[in-house]
């Protein structure tokens, strides 16, 4: 870890990899707190002795923001939406942001760079000191995968963020879940690998005959979905849709084919 860059992981609720959510504290200048997922004793104490000058978040999902109502009013420090996803964040925390920034703007020692996949208003946040530290919210995550289906997200435009986030070199990650990522290149490798060959067995249980995701989601993973299934559906689903979009197979939002 930088030393400028404190990680507290935070306890949250749903299916998320770890349980937690990774917060950040960013300190210089202007503090930075990243991905505020909720209050705990450790981030009361670490606000109360580095009031943060900025709030800025990875993404609107629900498990990264539980905190960000509490810490913006005690400390006054400006709550950033990406452009475009004011709307959302207001949604997900009651509360209008105060700033919006695009692609490329700095937000104290943070630039900003988006990387949608995930979710529609992803971002990642990049420190460039000695070394480039990224965080990476729910973009990357080692070990395993993050997943990518559902409302909002797109599997095509997922890799492309990796690639993008490859392309910047980072020497280390700071994730949304677990530990920091100190091989990014290997990581960001290992996860398109993982998602074009589950991409592989999607494409090869359609042509093989399975037609519905559930049927398809049967033949292209050998792993125990228990508890997971739901996500496996979804990610499939997501799959499909980049698949029809590339021409290499039909699906008409429940149905898929060969062509
Ligand atoms: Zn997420």
Not at 29 to 36: G, I, S, T, Y
Not at 41 to 62: E, N
Not at 86 to 111: H, Q, V, W
């Amino acid at each position: 870890m930088s030393d400028r860059v404190d990680r507290f992981p935070v306890p949250v609720d749903g299916t998320v990899p770890t349980g937690k959510t990774n917060t950040y504290l960013v300190h210089g200048d202007e503090p930075v707190l990243v991905d505020p997922a909720g209050r705990t004793p450790a981030l009361d104490t670490a606000i109360a002795d580095t009031p943060p000058a900025h709030i800025v978040l990875t993404h609107t999902h629900p498990d990264h923001l539980g905190g960000v109502v509490a810490y913006g009013m005690q400390t006054d420090a400006a709550i950033w939406a990406l452009h475009g996803a004011e709307n959302a964040l207001a949604a997900a925390i009651d509360l209008y942001p105060g700033s919006t920034f695009r692609d490329g703007d700095r937000i104290g020692p943070l630039t900003a760079i988006t990387t949608p996949g995930h979710a529609p208003d992803h971002v990642a946040y990049e420190l460039e000191e000695e070394q480039t530290a990224i965080f990476c919210g729910d973009l990357a995550i080692e070990p395993g995968s993050v997943f990518v289906g559902g409302q909002g997200a797109d599997m095509a435009v997922y890799l492309r963020s990796l690639r993008l986030l490859a392309d910047r070199d980072p020497d280390v990650l700071y994730p949304g879940h677990g530990e920091p990522i100190t091989d990014p290149a290997g990581t960001i490798e290992r996860l398109i690998r993982h998602r074009l060959d589950r991409e592989r067995r999607i494409y090869e249980a359609v042509a093989d005959g399975a037609r519905d995701p559930d049927a398809i989601v049967e033949a292209a993973y050998d792993t125990d979905l228990a508890g997971v299934r739901d996500l496996a559906r979804l990610s499939t689903i997501a799959h499909l849709e980049k698949l029809a979009a590339e021409g290499q197979l039909a699906w008409d939002g429940s149905i898929a084919t060969m062509l």
